[in-house]
């Protein structure tokens, strides 16, 4: 489906033709899986900002604004120095551009683990000032006293197991998770302990296949893969790798296209206009009304 879209000037908002389809919302989300069983997969994709949430909104079940845009949009070293101010900013313009998509928006680093009083500050923070629909926080058993604490509050909690990259500190660095026997009983306690304490949906990054899989069959709430397997309840990935935007991406990235090559292409042939001074022409110029 092709959307266009109009500016409203006085509001921000961007109006989209055709009319837009209702929101999705956390339950229907949740309700995706049944009994153990996911018709059709849940699709989610980051998004960073509002035009970019347009396009892929009809597209997607889920919007994630992720801290990877630490990486992605600011060109930090990590997620680990992404500040709330920033996850508020970013998840309020996709949310103005995004009609249809449940938009999550990360918890980052710090905001979160010192209590759940600190949690639930930092996620009512969040969703005040950006109007998404629901919070996602890295981490397993440790973090389950917490989950429950802001779900019961009317904060839904995606989870977010396996290679958490906030933790890229302690855990050395981005490698695949739960190869060890311990590291995979682990992550499972992880995946339940979430489900248990009300998570709606649980990402798994990183993973050994097996584990993914497991985890999926024993959790009651949808589990979203990322370099995990095709059997889990939904898939997600960063846009920008997924597009093509960088050289680097990890393995479990496909690239769908290559986008860094067309914008290479692109910006080189203007940058030829300006200087053989072809641009701009007399379609890009006024001239006095004679
Ligand atoms: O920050 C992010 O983009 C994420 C996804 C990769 C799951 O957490």
Known sequence: MSTTFQLDTSTSRANPTPAPMKRLTVPKIRARKTDGETGEPLVMLTAYTA???????????????????????????S????????MANHAAAVVRGSYHAVVVVDMPFGS????????????????KDSNAAAVKLEGGEAMAETVAFLSQRGIPVMGHIGLTPQAVNALG??????R?????????????ALDEAGAFAVVVEGVVE?????????L???TIGIGASARCDGQVLVTEDMLGMFERVPRFVKRYENIAETISQTVARYADEVRSRSFPSS????????
């Open 220 to 222: 009651s709430c949808p």
């Open 283 to 290: 379609d890009q110029t006024y001239q006095p009304k004679s």
């Open 112 to 127: 979160y683990e010192g209590s759940r009083e600190q949690a639930f500050d930092s996620a009512a923070r969040l969703l």
């Open 173 to 178: 660095g981005y490698g695949a998770r739960g």
């Open 79 to 86: 997620t680990i120095p992404v500040t709330l101010d920033m």
């Open 51 to 77: 035009r970019q949430a347009q396009l892929l909104d009809a597209h997607c079940d889920l919007l994630l604004v992720g801290d990877s845009l630490g990486q992605v949009i600011y060109g930090l070293p």
């Open 180 to 192: 060890s026997d311990a590291e995979a009983d682990k992550i499972l306690a992880d995946a339940r």
């Open 210 to 218: 097996p584990i993914a899989i497991a985890v999926t069959e024993a």
